[in-house]
C-alpha cells in the first residue's frame, strides 16, 4: 500500500539555522504531496503542497519539490525562527477515490534561541 | 469565517463505556474525515463523509462509526472502549473531499479511557 517516510525526530537547530526534513514515499501512480504542521495543543495546518512532479510547493519561507525519479517531498526552509517549533507532517493523497491522506510518522522540530 | 470546530476539547473514559465527538465544519463545507492520532501509531483515517453519506473508511473495528447531518455537521462515536482507543481525535473538512483539496482540521478532542 502507500506509504510516507519521514526523519525521525526531533530535530533541535539554532534560530536561523538552515533546516531540512526528509520525505519519501512509496505510491503506486502520483500521488499530491502535502506539508502539514500541527503546532501545540492545535490541529493540523496545511503548510504547502505539490500535485505532480517537479511541482514546487512554497509557503512562509518554507519550500519543497516534488522529485518522482527519488520519490521524495524534502522540507527546506533557509533560516528558521523559534515560531517554527512544531510537529511537520508529510502525506499522500491518490486519485482512488479512497479521498483520505496517508500520514508519516511526523518530525519533531525544535529551535533554540 | 470560522473554522473546524469540534466539542468536546478533552474527554474521560472507563473502559467499556461509549463516546461520542462532535465536530462542525467550516461553512460550506460539505466533506468531513476524522483521524486519530497516538504516539504509537501516527494519524490514522477512519472515515470521510460527504453529503450524509460515508464514502470511505479505513481500517478499524465496527466499534467506531459516524455520521453527517443535513447540515454537514459530523458525529463519530466509539462503542465498548477500549485502553488502545486513548487518542487524539481531529476531525477535517473540505469543500467537496476531493482527492488533492486542502483539509481544514480542527483542534481535535482528546480521549482518555481509563
Known amino acids: 500500500g502507500d506509504s510516507v517516510t519521514q526523519m525521525e525526530g526531533p530535530v533541535t537547530l539554532s534560530e536561523e539555522a538552515f533546516l531540512t526534513i526528509n520525505c519519501t514515499y512509496t505510491a503506486t501512480g502520483y500521488p499530491s504531496l502535502f506539508w502539514y504542521v500541527q503546532y501545540p495543543g492545535e490541529g493540523l495546518q496545511l503548510l504547502l503542497k505539490a500535485t505532480k512532479a517537479d511541482d514546487k510547493g512554497s509557503n512562509k519561507g518554507f519550500e519543497a519539490t516534488y522529485r518522482k525519479e527519488t520519490t521524495s517531498f524534502h522540507l527546506e526552509k533557509g533560516s528558521v525562527q523559534v515560531s517554527d517549533s512544531a510537529v511537520y507532517f508529510c502525506?499522500?493523497?491518490?486519485?482512488?477515490?479512497?479521498?483520505?491522506?496517508?500520514f508519516g510518522s511526523g518530525t519533531r522540530l525544535q529551535v533554540q534561541p | 469565517k470560522a473554522g473546524v470546530t469540534q466539542t468536546p476539547r478533552y474527554l474521560i473514559k472507563t473502559r467499556g463505556q461509549q463516546v461520542t465527538l462532535s465536530c462542525s465544519p467550516i461553512s460550506g463545507h460539505r466533506s468531513v474525515s476524522w483521524y486519530q492520532q497516538t504516539p504509537g501509531q501516527g494519524l490514522q483515517f477512519l472515515f470521510e463523509?460527504?453529503?450524509?453519506?460515508?464514502?470511505n473508511k479505513g481500517n478499524f473495528p465496527g466499534r467506531f462509526s459516524g455520521r453527517q447531518f443535513s447540515n454537514s455537521r459530523s458525529e463519530m462515536n466509539v462503542s465498548t472502549l477500549e485502553l488502545g482507543d486513548s487518542a487524539l481525535y481531529l476531525c477535517?473538512?473540505?469543500?467537496?473531499?476531493?482527492?488533492?483539496?486542502?483539509?481544514?482540521f480542527g483542534s481535535g478532542t482528546q480521549l482518555s479511557v481509563l
Open positions: 477535517a473538512s473540505s469543500v467537496t473531499g476531493n482527492w488533492n483539496e486542502k483539509l481544514f
Open positions: 502525506a499522500l493523497s491518490m486519485d482512488t477515490g479512497r479521498r483520505a491522506l496517508t
Open positions: 463523509y460527504f453529503s450524509e453519506t460515508q464514502r
